[in-house]
């Protein structure tokens, strides 16, 4: 991996030596991940590599066996030990080795929002109520900030029309970005987006994609999993391709995308592109 | 056989007074009772403990597997013999609530494991405690898949209730039973505590229509 200052202000996010094992099959063997402010990372690699389990480890939607994952200023001081999450000020360090409870966890979704493959919109609440229920019901902000807020966004993704909507009466990519929606009106610090664009139908994977990039563009800081290689070279600051549990190579999208050193980050790009 | 219509018209009034103040009431208090217990239920059988899991299993399988009238007639004529005297109204709540409670909590667990997993996770990445996303975003679509199983459990419930004039709580069974005793007019007697349950039971699938549509609108057709 590329050495980074541990002194870094710039860090939102650090996680060390990341390990995840289910039963006899480990899927992750010791991942570093940096995400700077504003930087969008891309997670690329094989099905299997572990790419999704590492995103899903920042969202507390797997709980590593080992490693850390610190937020915010308490990156330049280190994980500290014991586990328990020392928040404050927006400031997190959870070491996974030991136990992190419950609030480890909530203190993570505290901090970082997934965007799913499949959306998981709730289909039984209204477009609007499936952005303001996180907001309202976790965050407890008062309704009608809420909604104000919610609009806002639904109008900035096109979508304002279809507030009083169910998920099933949109497409696929407005219900996706309805998803997207729902994650920023959480105001997280760090958004994660688990291949937004896998199931949909190929005329709809544009209209997703444009909103992602136009939140990069807005200084977002993202980690995206994907396969759409394009788009990691155009809109990843750094592009990070996993095989087997492990980081293989990674660095700036152009670099790792267009000049891979690594004989299986070769491989891997070729082969896609050959696919697409 | 010659129909007695005055015994009909005035026999209407008891029997109906039986379903008014006996068996509607028992229904629906048991019927509260039990889904509750049923809920309640249905969380340990989901539970990573196995042995809460164990204890929910072992009350399922004794429901299911015992008459309703031997269970009703534990509580009421049983207990008495452990010290434990109850009017026949709290037996029958008792027994037709732990009834219940066997047979709808498999139709909870059932519903909420239908419920895909994404939808946890959707509560979890927006915050959500376990409980308020079972709450706030499982059980409202579990509901909506149990309404018609959990309404065959309240129409036999009210059938059921039945039994209750076993143990001398006064229902519409009951009091059509008195009359017929008192009468010999075993036949009209019968057949109008059926036609009563049969209009109960009609009313309770309209109802039962209603509020599937009304749960069915978030859903495509």
Request: glycine share 10%; net charge neutral.
């Amino acid at each position: 991996m590329s050495p980074t200052d541990p002194l870094d202000a710039s860090l939102v996010l650090s996680a060390r030596g990341l390990t995840k094992s289910f039963g006899s099959n480990t899927v992750l063997r010791g991942i570093d991940l940096d995400v700077r402010r504003g930087q969008v990372v891309a997670l690329i690699g094989p099905s299997g590599s572990g790419k999704t389990t590492v995103l899903r480890s920042l969202n507390g939607l797997e709980v590593p066996d080992g490693g850390t994952v610190t937020f915010g200023a308490s990156v330049a001081g280190g994980a500290t030990a014991g586990g328990s999450a020392a928040a404050s000020g927006g400031d997190l360090a959870l070491d996974f080795s030991v136990p992190v409870g419950k609030r480890g966890i909530a203190a993570l979704r505290d901090r970082s929002a997934m965007v799913f493959q499949h959306y998981n919109l709730f289909p039984h609440m209204t477009v609007l109520k499936n952005v303001t229920e996180g907001p309202v019901q976790v965050q407890k902000r008062p309704k009608a900030e809420a909604e104000a807020d919610a609009l806002r966004l639904l109008t900035r993704v096109g979508l304002a029309d279809k507030r009083d909507a169910y998920p099933f009466q949109l497409s696929g990519g407005q219900q996706q970005r309805v998803g997207i929606v729902r994650a920023l009106a959480l105001k997280p610090q760090l958004l994660l987006f688990d291949e937004p664009t896998s199931a949909l139908d190929p005329e709809l994977v544009g209209e997703v994609l444009a909103v992602i990039k136009e939140l990069a563009e807005e200084g977002w800081t993202m980690v995206i999993v994907t396969h759409e290689l394009g788009f990691a070279r155009h809109v990843a600051d750094e592009v990070v391709f996993m095989d087997g549990g492990v980081v293989v190579e990674r660095g700036p999208a152009a670099e790792v995308l267009g000049a891979p050193r690594q004989e299986r980050t070769k491989q891997f790009v070729k082969r896609i592109q050959h696919d697409v | 056989m010659t129909f007695n219509w005055d015994l009909v018209w005035s026999s209407f009034g008891p029997i109906i007074g039986g379903a008014i103040a006996g068996t509607i009431p028992l229904t629906l208090a048991s019927f509260a009772f039990g889904l509750l217990l049923a809920l309640f239920v249905a969380l340990l059988r989901l539970s990573p403990n196995k042995v809460l899991s164990a204890v929910a299993r072992f009350y399922v399988s004794v429901i299911r597997g015992t008459p309703l009238l031997v269970q009703l007639f534990v509580i009421f004529y049983g207990l008495p013999s452990l010290g434990v005297k109850l009017d026949p109204w709290p037996s029958a709540i008792i027994a037709f609530s732990l009834n219940v409670g066997g047979y709808a909590a498999e139709i909870i667990r059932a519903a909420i494991l239908s419920v895909p997993k994404g939808q946890w996770e959707a509560g979890h990445t927006i915050g959500m405690s376990g409980a308020q996303t079972l709450l706030r975003i499982i059980l409202p679509q579990a509901a909506r898949v149990s309404v018609p199983p959990l309404s065959n459990t309240f129409i036999s419930l009210v059938k059921d209730t039945s039994l209750a004039s076993l143990i001398l709580v006064t229902e519409l069974f009951k009091n059509a039973q008195q009359i017929a005793a008192f009468s010999q007019e075993f036949m009209v007697l019968y057949l109008e505590a059926a036609l009563v349950y049969w209009v109960i039971c009609l009313v309770l699938s309209t109802a039962q229509s209603a509020l599937e549509r009304r749960l069915d609108r978030y859903v495509a057709h």
